[in-house]
């Protein structure tokens, strides 16, 4: 068993979305794991992305948010759960009044892992 005390550290403002990490890259039994604290405010959007290696589970826990995958729209709610599978292009719009949090479980991601789409 492994104790993992306080919130997440290290915010960080990515495309669209705020981040904090609650187990790194590294930490834990399994180096290529990650779980993060991930918000979306009103009006913002994450563009669309991949991930070439990794895996993502994302269980919603406040606010609603509009998930996309290709030409799929999904309008997510608190207790929603969404996989991700390696490859699957997807990103997310918050079209709503009050912040959309989830949790964010990453499987075998690696640093440098994420392609986004129309990238400079």
């Given at each position: 068993?492994?104790?993992?005390?306080?919130?997440?550290?290290?915010?960080?403002?990515e495309r669209g979305y705020m981040r904090g990490v609650i187990?790194?890259?590294?930490?834990?039994?399994?180096?290529?794991?990650?779980?993060?604290?991930?918000?979306?405010?009103?009006?913002?959007?994450?563009?669309?992305?991949?991930?070439?290696?990794?895996?993502?589970?994302?269980?919603?826990?406040?606010?609603?948010?509009?998930?996309?995958?290709?030409?799929?729209?999904?309008?997510?709610?608190?207790?929603?759960?969404?996989?991700?599978?390696?490859?699957?292009?997807?990103?997310?719009?918050?079209?709503?009044?009050?912040?959309?949090?989830?949790l964010t479980f990453k499987l075998h991601g690696q640093p440098?892992?994420?392609?986004?789409?129309?990238?400079?």
């Amino acid at each position: 068993m492994r104790h993992v005390k306080g919130g997440p550290e290290n915010w960080t403002s990515e495309r669209g979305y705020m981040r904090g990490v609650i187990m790194p890259f590294g930490s834990g039994p399994d180096s290529d794991i990650q779980v993060q604290l991930t918000t979306i405010a009103p009006g913002d959007t994450v563009l669309p992305h991949s991930h070439l290696k990794q895996a993502e589970y994302i269980y919603f826990l406040e606010g609603t948010c509009d998930y996309f995958f290709g030409d799929q729209t999904v309008r997510v709610k608190p207790g929603d759960l969404l996989v991700v599978e390696p490859g699957e292009e997807h990103g997310a719009a918050n079209n709503g009044t009050e912040t959309a949090k989830f949790l964010t479980f990453k499987l075998h991601g690696q640093p440098g892992d994420t392609n986004w789409r129309n990238s400079q």
